[in-house]
């Protein structure tokens, strides 16, 4: 489970190098020569809507439901808060320098509630990460996986969870005929990233000076006492801006990469297209039998009624 071992030496043994230079960045040298060359950056934040909000709130309840028990019985960990499981793999590295000296020591139940820290703080990283219908796809997926044996999935704190991400996507009218309402909730980064794009291709392009000459004119002596005209001054040329996009991952680039193309809107309608699909695979048994039941129209219901009107639409 534990693989912090000698992480330098395999890397060293991997690359063929044999010998190790370590240049911290408070050596004056360094310093100097990182201001030499700093780039011009302009950052740029949003904030969460109230549902995406809700949802990083439930997550990092249950997160510190978890961390509370396991510091009833495991002092290594006393001084661990939750806040640390916003910074990704720092917390789980702190998890793991703390538990491995003694983990063939630490009880089953103690155990467990490491590895659900664990998969709570991947978890809390894909809040801000995926979008609305790829969330709830990740906390159904939770459910059905073997991870549906961990006791967190029977507190208040993921019934929320589940909840908000739920709201994210679509809602049910419970009052007369139920009714599904399709929210499917943006990220707000990705209109944030579209405005920069098109502030980025607005920019005036940086030209540069090229001597178009062919290089047997270049070669040829030149009479500095004729009357021929003079060579042919240096032509503008104006180089197109180049824009770079950087993701996390795959899965965060293709997403990106369609959201940029084909805008956020388009995106969310096909996600959820997909989602529905796989609801309707997967349920079938529950969507006969609800489409059975006389004046019954339960949620998998709805969704597959919402399938195929979509289907529809799309032919």
């Not at 990283?125 to 709830?136: G, I, K, P, Y």
């Not at 899965?251 to 096909?270: A, H, K, P």
Request: glycine residues 4%; aromatic residues 6%.
């Amino acid at each position: 489970w534990f693989s912090n071992f000698s992480k330098a030496e395999s890397v060293m043994r991997t690359c063929f190098v044999s010998k190790l230079l370590m240049w911290p960045r408070f050596r004056t040298g360094l310093q100097e020569a990182l201001q030499s060359s700093a780039p011009a950056t302009r950052q740029r934040t949003v904030g969460m809507p109230p549902r995406h909000k809700a949802l990083q709130d439930a997550v990092l309840s249950v997160i510190d439901g978890a961390l509370t028990e396991l510091k009833k019985s495991r002092r290594e960990l006393q001084d661990a808060t939750v806040s640390e499981a916003l910074f990704g793999a720092t917390f789980e590295k702190r998890l793991r320098q703390a538990m491995e000296p003694v983990w063939h020591s630490v009880g089953p139940a103690s155990r467990q509630l490491v590895h659900d820290l664990i998969e709570m703080q991947k978890l809390l990283e894909q809040v801000a990460t995926l979008d609305c219908v790829q969330m709830l796809q990740a906390l159904e997926g939770l459910r059905s996986s073997d991870a549906a044996a961990s006791p967190w999935l029977l507190s208040t704190e993921a019934q929320l969870m589940f909840q908000a991400a739920k709201a994210r996507v679509f809602t049910t009218t419970r009052a007369g005929d139920p009714k599904l309402r399709v929210v499917l909730e943006q990220q707000p980064k990705w209109e944030l990233l579209r405005a920069c794009l098109q502030e980025l291709s607005t920019m005036e392009p940086e030209a540069s000076f090229v001597n178009l000459e062919s290089d047997e004119e270049m070669k040829s002596p030149v009479d500095l006492d004729s009357d021929a005209e003079e060579p042919p001054a240096k032509k503008r040329k104006v180089e197109p801006i180049r824009i770079v996009v950087t993701a996390a991952d795959e899965r965060q680039r293709r997403q990106l990469q369609s959201v940029i193309f084909n805008g956020g809107e388009l995106t969310m309608w096909r996600n959820f297209q997909s989602y529905l699909l796989d609801v309707c695979e997967s349920r079938k048994a529950e969507i006969h039998s609800a489409a059975a039941a006389a004046g019954v129209r339960s949620e998998v219901r709805l969704l597959a009624e919402e399938a195929e009107a979509i289907a529809a639409k799309v032919a």
